[in-house]
């Protein structure tokens, strides 16, 4: 009998998969526990209807991406920090606070999966970071500036 996952089950398939099963574990397990529904032609074009919508979605969130980054391309963020009399910071700046100082000076939200650090910002200065996604990349240059 094939049948639809609706949850990932061990030793069958992920969730959404078409799979083969023998009726009687359909009926008796997947059924019951509603793991999976049995794979009807309306069904299957469901399914596929919706998997049709989650990568038009998946596209446009990439292209808005792809437009933040370009938008941010050369541009320049403020970053505010102790540091010592020596120029080192207390505390190196991770990705996440580059991407809040994008968001609080540029209103663009980049995730911090997409801010690409070469090494740890331990000191105070202007530091180069990569903002990539799939199809862009863009420098970022981070201004790290002394709190009194």
Not at 17 to 44: H, I, R, W
Not at 61 to 85: C, F, H, P, S, Y
Request: net charge positive; charged share 30%.
């Amino acid at each position: 009998m094939k049948v639809i996952l609706l949850k990932d089950v061990r030793g069958v398939g992920l969730h959404g998969t078409v799979q083969n099963v023998s009726d009687g574990y359909a009926a008796n397990k997947l059924f019951p526990q509603k793991l999976a529904v049995a794979a009807t032609e309306d069904k299957m074009k469901e399914i596929e209807a919706q998997a049709a919508a989650r990568a038009a979605e998946a596209a446009k969130v990439e292209e808005q991406l792809d437009n933040k980054i370009a938008m941010l391309r050369g541009k320049r963020v403020a970053i505010a920090a102790r540091a010592t009399e020596k120029g080192g910071l207390f505390k190196s700046i991770t990705a996440k606070d580059i991407a809040k100082a994008v968001l609080a000076e540029h209103s663009l939200e980049i995730a911090e999966e997409n801010i690409h650090l070469p090494e740890h910002i331990k000191t105070i200065g202007e530091h180069p970071v990569l903002l990539r996604s799939k199809n862009q990349k863009a420098e970022l240059v981070v201004a790290i500036t002394p709190t009194v």
